[in-house]
């Protein structure tokens, strides 16, 4: 028993893991299993309707819109992946970056691009495995580090050294992981719905509830099955997610028109559209915690505060990882999905935010 207590303390770490990972392929099971008896639910009540997919081979009118700018593509030398994106506002000017998140793509920034572009570049840019973006098969290309990799080589590819950098929920995760590794490279952070990645790990292992509203994290990790979900019913779960009273847009918020929302059905329902997405979340639980955690940028958060996918006590307690000048904002009656929901609103703080002078935070 004494040997044993001696060598307990070198024991923690693999002790830890272990359970940790128990923890994660439990949920996984959990998840996978709810998710296999919804299925079943839906083919007793119909097979045919399940099964039904509608064709799409024409993309709907608003991804053409001329007011929200041109589409471009830019090729990355390293990885060679092709990345598509849409730009608004004159060559030179500072760069806006926007990035979006899951099920997002570029067009989820259509009100920033119209609205920025007087004094700004603005791109709006469709993430690896997203829309246009080429889509590599394998899931290890989905690393964070990959991601990360991602942003530096588009900017040093849009001929900038430096962007104010604009992300939406998995959008904001890649955000703050652009902001801690390359600081040198953001002018100024904007993050929407989406708390530091330190307190987002810590605060889902120590609160149930944010364990629940994080489950489709643990059921992505399970192979091919959640790319099928997602496209029954013709994708009616992608649709849930933005028009539901549960997850969607509130009913003071802009709401998505009967085009926008198709326009989220045609990019994701093309041959393999999904699996690059949610490939994304399939690394990240050997990705996290951080060991470099420090934000030292000016830094404005945008919460709604009935975000039905995170906790909004994580947004206060994201400040302590800013040692900069920071700002929380919450929204009382928005979503999840805050740059669509309240545009106007949230232009405004954006605008606001973006001309004031930040004093770094002792």
Same mark, same amino acid.
């Given at each position: 028993m004494?040997?044993?207590? #001696?060598?307990?303390? *070198?024991?923690?770490?693999a002790i830890r893991s272990l359970l940790y990972w128990s923890l994660v392929y439990c949920y996984c099971g959990l998840c996978a299993s709810i998710h296999l008896l919804k299925l079943l639910w839906s083919i007793s009540k119909g097979p045919a309707q399940t099964f039904r997919r509608v064709a799409r081979e024409n993309p709907p009118a608003c991804l053409n819109d001329p007011s929200l700018g041109t589409h471009c593509y830019v090729r990355i030398k390293d990885s060679g992946l092709r990345f598509h994106y849409v730009a608004a506002g004159e060559r030179g000017k500072p760069l806006m970056l926007l990035l979006h998140g899951f099920p997002e793509f570029w067009y989820s920034w259509r009100h920033q691009l119209r609205e920025f572009k007087s004094e700004y570049r603005v791109v709006a840019l469709d993430l690896r495995g997203y829309g246009e973006t080429d889509a590599p098969v394998h899931?290890?290309?989905? !690393?964070? #580090?990959?991601?990360?990799?991602?942003? !530096?080589?588009?900017?040093?590819?849009?001929?900038?050294? !430096?962007?104010?950098?604009?992300? /939406?929920?998995?959008?904001?995760?890649?955000?703050?992981?652009?902001?801690?590794?390359?600081?040198?490279?953001?002018? !100024?952070?904007?993050?929407?719905?989406?708390? /530091?990645?330190?307190?987002?790990?810590?605060y889902i292992l120590r609160h149930p509830a944010q364990l629940l509203k994080s489950s489709f994290y643990y059921f992505f990790q399970i192979p091919r099955f959640p790319e099928f979900m997602f496209s029954i019913n013709d994708f009616k779960a992608l649709k849930h997610l933005f028009t539901s009273q549960s997850t969607g847009i509130g009913r003071k918020g802009c709401?998505?028109?009967?085009?926008?929302?198709?326009?989220?059905?045609?990019?994701?329902?093309?041959?393999?559209?999904? *699996?690059?997405?949610?490939? /994304?979340?399939?690394?990240?639980f050997s990705c996290l915690p951080l060991k470099h955690h420090m934000v030292t940028t000016p830094t404005l958060l945008l919460w709604g505060e009935k975000d039905a996918f995170m906790e909004v006590e994580m947004a206060e307690v994201t400040k302590i990882y800013v040692k900069n000048y920071f700002r929380l904002t919450i929204l009382s009656e928005a979503s999840h999905w805050l740059q669509q929901d309240q545009p106007d609103i949230v232009n405004k703080l954006i605008w606001t935010f973006l001309k004031e002078e930040t004093r770094k935070r002792d």
């Open positions: 004494a040997g044993l207590r #001696d060598r307990l303390p *070198s024991l923690m770490p899931q290890e290309n989905y !690393k964070l #580090d990959c991601l990360i990799t991602d942003i !530096k080589d588009i900017l040093d590819s849009l001929g900038y050294s !430096k962007c104010v950098l604009i992300g /939406h929920d998995w959008g904001g995760m890649i955000a703050w992981l652009i902001s801690i590794c390359y600081p040198e490279m953001v002018i !100024k952070l904007i993050v929407i719905n989406f708390p /530091h990645p330190n307190v987002f790990t810590d709401r998505l028109t009967t085009e926008d929302l198709e326009a989220y059905v045609y990019v994701f329902s093309q041959p393999g559209a999904l *699996s690059g997405p949610i490939n /994304h979340y399939r690394n990240i």
